[in-house]
């Protein structure tokens, strides 16, 4: 059932891995792109099958290519993780103890606030109280570039967030790490860093995913409680209906 | 960046347009990776008998020499994506340790296994201090998907300092160099918008991911430089693929320069 490896999985592997993460659009390009110039047969629309092939090759060295949901546009994004630990070992054999260490407290800063954001103010403060050995807070704003570059966090007018490519890679380490603390999306149940919660009961969805749920109602309510929902209903228009992994199903909606 | 090649022409047009404002260059410090305590001696590699690594392997389960491969090829994958040439001694320290018997037959596996399923292999550029590089072994391409970043302005500076010590007939002195980067408005006293340290990234950076090879002449007050092509150069790209460039950017045929012409057509 499984096609064969070749070297248009091959190609795409390679570039996939030297971007550590892609949209689908530039994915689904991609594969297009890879199947010519190799001259294999091009299946329009099965780029799933055919990063199966690839994954079943990825599969005994614990890696994968997974799809997910940007948590900013909800776009679906392809990203090759490693599997292997529950601990932040990829980044482990490029990253110093303590640049691992700022990572690990930046994560606990980004994962106890309310908005998934953490200041850079409040992350440079930690960097001085680093067990391991300190940082100045001139090397722990090169230490910060460093993470953004290899996508490990995201920046926003000077606040930090974890990037899609860490949230798909990481997702089980940090629901098993924190797990009274860490929110699930009551819409599509994945991990939801940034996310807009109920007042009343607490219940929390991505910023997409509340987007699309409320799509059909005029007075948005919370799913759970039935509570007026407070916020402001992120931009439909901006969110690609194709995005999301996990569709909501009718059914679904209708349960809630 | 691009999947392994310098894809000249495509990345010089880039290079060309407008380069968006990046912040200043990294600071690496060293990496510590995997610690051990342990005083083996992981220079040396066993030299043994094919019927002593069969014993060796056999006293091993397939399921610890699988473990150990596949660390392996995580280990090369993670030190390659950042462009950090691999030591046989790291790989011996960090990942084989306790196994060195059976070294060669991890290695080999290791191989294997990337080139089905990442169609990459290991070259080795350095054979007295064992160290390789990965290297794609798909057939090269033109125009590959290419990431709009400080990679690819990176590597379009790469590109044209490696035509230039071509088109000086492979090797060129640090003046030369700067004096020609300095049409191009890079200038190895200032912060450059986009490069940060362009000396530190020409001198140090480059040459340290294999891509050029930079040597004091001898007995030169202040110490001058000679700048050659880099093993990793040589092998991801080709003197053809750099001619060719050139050519693009001159609007001249190939063979308007003869000898490295010649040169080039000799070296594929």
Not at chain 2, 124 to 132: A, L, P, S, V
Not at chain 2, 228 to 248: H, M
Request: aromatic share 8%; with cysteine.
């Amino acid at each position: 059932m499984a096609a064969q490896m070749s070297d248009a999985h091959r190609r795409f592997l390679q570039v996939l891995m030297s971007h550590g993460i892609m949209e689908g659009a530039e994915a689904r390009k991609l594969h297009r792109c890879c199947c010519e110039i190799s001259k294999a047969y091009y299946a329009q629309d099965k780029l799933d099958d055919f990063v199966s092939t690839i994954n079943n090759q990825l599969q005994p060295l614990f890696m994968q290519i997974r799809k997910g949901m940007s948590e900013v546009d909800g776009r679906t994004h392809y990203a090759l993780v490693n599997m292997a630990e529950t601990e932040i070992t990829k980044m482990a054999s490029d990253y110093a103890e303590n640049e691992l260490e700022l990572f690990r407290k930046t994560m606990d800063l980004i994962i106890l606030s309310e908005n998934g954001f953490a200041s850079s103010t409040d992350i440079l403060n930690s960097a001085d109280q680093l067990k391991t050995k300190k940082m100045k807070k001139k090397e722990a704003e090169q230490v910060l570039k460093i993470f953004v570059d290899d996508k490990w966090l995201s920046e926003r007018n000077g606040e930090y967030t974890l990037h899609t490519r860490c949230i798909m890679e990481m997702e089980q380490y940090i629901l098993s790490t924190y797990p009274d603390i860490a929110k699930k999306c009551n819409i599509c149940h994945s991990l939801a860093i940034q996310s807009q919660a109920c007042e009343t009961c607490g219940t929390g969805m991505h910023l997409p995913c509340v987007g699309k749920y409320f799509k059909t109602q005029s007075r948005p309510r919370c799913p759970q409680c039935n509570d007026f929902w407070p916020y402001e209903i992120p931009d439909r228009s901006r969110i690609d209906s194709q995005s999301s992994s996990r569709r909501v199903s009718r059914r679904e909606l209708q349960s809630l | 960046m691009a999947g392994r090649r310098l894809p000249a022409a495509e990345i010089w047009g880039r290079f060309n347009g407008c380069w968006r404002h990046w912040m200043s260059q990294r600071k690496r410090s060293r990496g510590s990776g995997l610690t051990q305590g342990d005083d083996e001696d992981f220079s040396v590699v066993p030299t043994q008998s094919p019927s002593q690594v069969q014993r060796n392997l056999e006293s091993r389960s397939q399921e610890e020499i699988n473990r150990k491969v596949t660390e392996l090829v995580q280990f090369l994958l993670v030190k390659d994506q950042k462009k950090i040439p691999i030591k046989r001694v790291d790989i011996l320290k960090k990942v084989i340790r306790e196994y060195k018997d059976v070294y060669s037959e991890i290695v080999n596996r290791a191989g294997r296994t990337l080139q089905q399923v990442f169609g990459l292999q290991m070259v080795e550029i350095d054979t007295k201090h064992h160290i390789y590089i990965l290297t794609s072994t798909l057939p090269r391409v033109e125009g590959e998907n290419l990431k709009q970043d400080i990679q690819t302005a990176k590597l379009g500076l790469l590109i044209v300092i490696l035509s230039f010590i071509f088109m000086k007939g492979n090797s060129a002195k640090d003046s030369a160099v700067w004096e020609f980067l300095r049409r191009l408005r890079v200038h190895p006293g200032e912060k450059h918008e986009v490069f940060g340290d362009v000396k530190k990234l020409v001198m140090e950076e480059f040459v340290r991911q294999k891509y050029l090879e930079i040597t004091p002449i001898p007995l030169t007050d202040p110490p001058e430089f000679n700048f050659q092509w880099g093993p990793r150069a040589a092998k991801e790209t080709s003197k053809k693929d750099i001619l060719s460039f050139v050519a693009k950017m001159q609007k001249k045929e190939p063979s308007f320069w003869i000898s490295q012409y010649n040169e080039a057509k000799a070296n594929t």
